[in-house]
Antibody, heavy 120, light 112 residues
């Protein structure tokens, strides 16, 4: 059974930092692109960042470029999102998603999410 | 960026009646490999998104066959043949053809 379990969300002051983690199990982690998608509570979905199978390709939405860093550790079956210089508008639930393979397409499994709240 | 526009944004339905959600993209979603990367997700209240449909019409494992996807180019539709109580939630389309960024529709809230 595919499982994605996020952690690391917290209440943080503007300008602060967090490291979000996603523990993956039940599939060959190193054969999938992975992504982070966020959702302001009560609002829609916004793609944040993606990383390829071996971690040498990374893509970000413009609003987080230079502030967020996606990474992965295939030996630990884990995905990470380092979030720096946080702003109030980064307040959201952050979901980890198994993102892409040629067979399964995009976004077939999602975690339960971790809440990041940016407030003074 | 590709803009995904859903309609309606709110969809009141009657149990066991059909329902339909439209999604329009600002550019054709046909990729160079011949695939059209258009997904539909369901988000029930208090839950994470769940993928229902990928590549326009392919239904995910465990998704009831009352859900179907269709369309091509820039116009896509999610249909529910007979709405059940468990179908209440918000439905999103998403394109994976022109990226980055991957983009979602605004969401359609289905309520009974």
């Amino acid at each position: 059974e595919v499982q994605l379990v996020e952690s690391g969300g917290d209440l943080v002051q503007p300008g602060g930092s967090l490291r979000l983690s996603c523990a993956a199990s039940g599939f060959f982690f190193n054969t999938y692109w992975m992504s982070w998608v966020r959702q302001i509570p009560g609002k829609g979905l916004e793609w944040v960042a993606s990383i390829n199978e071996d971690g040498n390709q990374k893509y970000y939405v413009d609003s987080v470029k230079g502030r967020f860093t996606i990474s992965r550790d295939n030996a630990k079956n884990s995905l990470y999102l380092q979030v720096d210089s946080l702003r109030a508008e980064d307040t959201a639930i952050y979901y980890c998603a198994r993102w892409f393979s040629h067979d399964t397409g995009y976004g077939d499994y999602w975690g339960q999410g971790t809440l990041v709240t940016v407030s003074s | 960026d590709v803009v995904m526009t859903q309609s309606p944004l709110s969809l009141p339905v009657t149990l066991r009646q059909p329902a339909s959600i439209s999604c329009r993209s600002s550019q054709s979603l046909v990729f160079s490999d011949g695939n059209t990367y258009l997904n539909w997700f369901q988000q029930r209240p208090g839950q994470s998104p769940r993928r229902l449909i990928y590549k326009v019409y392919k239904r995910d494992s465990g998704v009831p066959d009352r859900f179907s996807g269709s369309g091509s180019g820039t116009e896509f539709t999610l249909k529910i043949s007979r709405v059940e109580a468990e179908d209440v939630g918000v439905y999103y389309c998403m394109q994976g053809t022109h990226w980055p960024p991957y983009t979602f529709g605004q969401g359609t809230k289905l309520e009974i």
